[in-house]
């Protein structure tokens, strides 16, 4: 690999980064919605930068070309100061190949693979932190009307499952919306699951609730689900997974953003 190619390869990496931030969302598969300005920007770096690769090396084997036509005289006045060859070795071009990867196969967001090999979901908040009234999120549900359905994210409806230790939430009409997952084998139902992004997909944290009322949908395919919580026995910080009891259901398009 020349240093025409190792330009080339900044630009294409730059371009790769620039084409997933500013015509389409495709970055956020991968990372959260605020890093958009910090990729753009590097994106535009890497560009500059393997233009000026470019140049500077056109130039240079320009500059050699005029010294042979003058004469091996002029060649020999220059020996020492010439334009420095150097090669990369060829291992270097596996650098294109994510490059490639990007343009031609762009990674999907995480689905339910991640969720089946994740296992658990998130678990509950320490006890110490647990509230006895409402969700830290806000989630409007003391506001809702009895028949009203209020929209929560699926790691709102989770939390307040395990800190509603007045059962609130118990007979409330919700909506939810993630992507079908399949219970563990031998298990009776599905789950309905979302991700939770901190800072990139390496972080995620897996949100799901059991509905078992319903038959299991194809994996990973999106759902608005409408109906209420399975309100379990005993203690909520025991509950290894919450349960929801649909009443309606609809077929979705994958969210732009597909984390929490």
Known sequence: ??????????????????TSTVPTDLYLNWVKAGFGPFLIAAGVVMVVLGVLVIASEL???RHDAEEADEGPEHAEHHEGHG???????????????????????????LGAYTV????ASSGPPPRTERS??????????????PNEVTRLAIREFVLRAWIDEERELAGRRVELVGFAVPE??????WYLARLQMSCCAADAVVNKVLITDRPAPE??????????????????????RHEFSVDEMEAVTDPPDPYE
Not at 89 to 101: G, M, N, Q, T
Not at 132 to 145: I, N, R, V, W, Y
């Open 1 to 18: 690999m020349n240093r025409i190619a190792q330009g080339l390869t900044l630009v294409l990496l730059g371009a790769a980064a620039l």
């Open 59 to 61: 130039r240079g084997e």
């Open 132 to 145: 006895t009234s409402s969700s830290p999120f806000g989630d409007g549900l003391e506001e809702a009307g």
């Open 184 to 189: 563990e084998e031998g298990g009776d139902g």
């Open 116 to 119: 089946e090999s994740t296992g």
């Open 219 to 240: 994996t990973d395919t999106w759902w608005r689900v409408r109906g209420t919580w399975v309100e379990p026995e005993g203690d909520l910080y025991d509950v290894s």
């Open 83 to 109: 334009h420095d060859h150097a090669r990369a070795p060829r291992v270097a071009w596996l650098l294109l190949l994510p490059v490639i990867a990007v343009f031609v196969v762009a990674p999907p967001a």
